[in-house]
């Protein structure tokens, strides 16, 4: 009892991508050690942590309307001689570094994406110091040595970041100088972080990068792609499923794109980002593929696996784009048809080649074609949903849910799938029968309980 008094409580709140995800639950599992718990409302926290995201105007504002909250509270409780700090972590920490604390000077710590394994020490510094603080260096090797140590585990679902950083330089993208230069990890390492996670419980591994399929980590003197990667975790014992995002059409090579008709674990689903239906907005974004690229990947997947769900990044109202180009994607939309698709009105980046290009789009054209994107990209996600109706799918329970016995999981494809019954458990594979499904989710019947995902 003793020892759970005198434990630190460390808030945590997560922005952006599943890279962040992935950082956030490191911070947590670096963190325990030097005894602290994780903490759900930052106002009973010690140590609060905004772990931020850039990529597009509104999410790094956010961070400041979130710290606009958050710093009263701080104060307040200097005032009573409790101490609180505030660490502003990830890309908009990177990308604005010393001009967070100007805003904010209650901001105690900002640490970038590749330097955050060192926030123990940082933080035990700080205390000997009343200053705040800036650390927004690159060391990507020994970020990756530091925290594949410690993992902790509270669900079947894993996140395993892979690979990190873009050379790509899309023109409208931030993610280049927020994460630095592409790097793949050691395919010895990810294999063995894979085997640790899958000891801890993971039934389902889903491989990180920000361009995932650009890897190609160090094994010896050779190199292993993605699909090698893919192969070699499937072997693993007790895995059963196996995803990874986000990737590049540029990087979709054979190998890989066979993978999806032979390795059994890997999920029949893609998020292949495809941003726009015309050339030339392609050409203008530095894509470096065309619209008919796009579409010979997709061909060629759905060849080796007909039932492979697809997923989506649209921009609008990126420069240059008129009518007739946007018309194109939703074309390719209607063409494609897919399982579901994010789609962002294009966000003016400082630092980007984007935001200094001619012929902007007006704010008010934006909003109309997201509008008008949205309503085909819901209908063919809803469709997609209710063309499981009454039929069967597997189930890995994942998550509680609202209600009392109920439980949520993933499909194969990825759709959200909520189940109520007495005798199911987290971590359990499930199959159902679909009976209701709405946009966003499906409802499902348990038929059985599937005795061969259980360890
Ligand atoms: N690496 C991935 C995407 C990472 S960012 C890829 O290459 O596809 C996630 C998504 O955010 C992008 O696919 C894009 O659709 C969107 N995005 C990035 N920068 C943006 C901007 N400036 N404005 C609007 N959306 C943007
Ligand atoms: Fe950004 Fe393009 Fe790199 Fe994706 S590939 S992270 S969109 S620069
Ligand atoms: Fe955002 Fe950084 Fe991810 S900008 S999308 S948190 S890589």
């Known amino acids: 009892m003793k020892n759970i008094a005198k434990k630190k409580k460390m808030y945590i709140k997560t922005y952006g991508c599943q890279m962040n995800v992935y950082d956030s639950d490191k911070m947590l599992d670096l963190m325990i050690p030097h005894g602290f718990v994780e903490e759900k409302d930052f106002k009973d926290a010690d140590l609060i942590i905004l772990n931020t995201c850039h990529i597009r105007e509104k999410a790094a504002e956010k961070v400041y309307s979130d710290l606009g909250r958050i710093v009263p509270i701080k104060k307040k409780a200097m005032k009573s001689g409790r101490k609180i700090k505030i660490v502003v972590a990830g890309c908009v920490a990177q990308a604005e570094g010393r001009e967070i604390i100007k805003r904010q000077p209650a901001v105690d710590i900002v640490v970038g994406p590749q330097t955050y394994h060192k926030l123990p020490e940082f933080l035990f510094n700080s205390d000997k110091v009343s200053k705040s603080v800036v650390h927004t260096e690159f060391p990507v090797e020994s970020k990756f040595d530091e925290i594949k140590i410690n993992r902790i585990l509270n669900n079947p679902v894993s996140f ?56 190609h980590g160090q094994v010896g003197n050779k190199l292993w792609t993605l699909s090698r990667l893919i192969k070699e975790i499937a072997e693993i014992e007790g895995l059963r499923r196996i995803r990874y995002t986000t990737s590049h059409p540029s990087d979709m090579d054979e190998e890989l794109i066979k993978a999806h008709g032979e390795v059994g674990a890997l999920m029949p689903y893609l998020h292949l980002p495809v941003q726009s239906g015309d050339d030339d907005v392609l050409k203008s974004m530095n894509r470096k593929y065309t619209v008919e690229t796009y579409k010979t990947i997709i061909e060629k997947l759905r060849t080796v696996c007909p039932d492979i769900a697809l997923s989506s990044d649209f921009i609008v109202g990126f420069p240059g784009e008129s009518d007739k180009a946007f018309d194109k994607t939703i074309k390719l939309v209607k063409e494609i048809n897919f399982s579901q698709a994010y789609s962002f009105k294009y966000s003016r980046r400082p630092g980007t080649p984007g935001s200094i290009m001619k012929r902007q789009v007006s704010e008010k054209i934006k909003s109309k074609r997201l509008l008008a994107l949205q309503k085909i990209l819901n209908d063919q996600q809803l469709f997609f949903n209710m063309s499981f109706l009454n039929s069967k799918l597997e189930v890995l329970l994942e ?32 199959d159902v029968t679909i009976a209701e499904a709405t946009k966003n989710s499906l409802r499902g019947n348990l038929i059985a309980i599937n005795k061969r995902g259980m360890n």
């Open 160 to 215: 395993l970041s892979i690979q990190e950083g873009c050379n790509k330089f899309c023109s409208f993208c931030v993610v280049p100088y927020t994460r630095g230069a592409e790097y793949s990890r050691p395919g010895l390492d990810v294999l063995e972080e894979a085997k640790s996670l899958i000891k801890k419980g993971a039934k389902e591994i889903c491989l990180l990068g920000q361009n995932v399929n650009a890897y």
């Open 399 to 430: 998550r509680k849910g609202k209600y009392k016995n109920q439980l949520l999981g993933r499909s194969p494809y990825m759709q959200a799938i909520h189940v109520t019954d007495p005798s199911i458990a987290l971590g359990q594979f499930i």
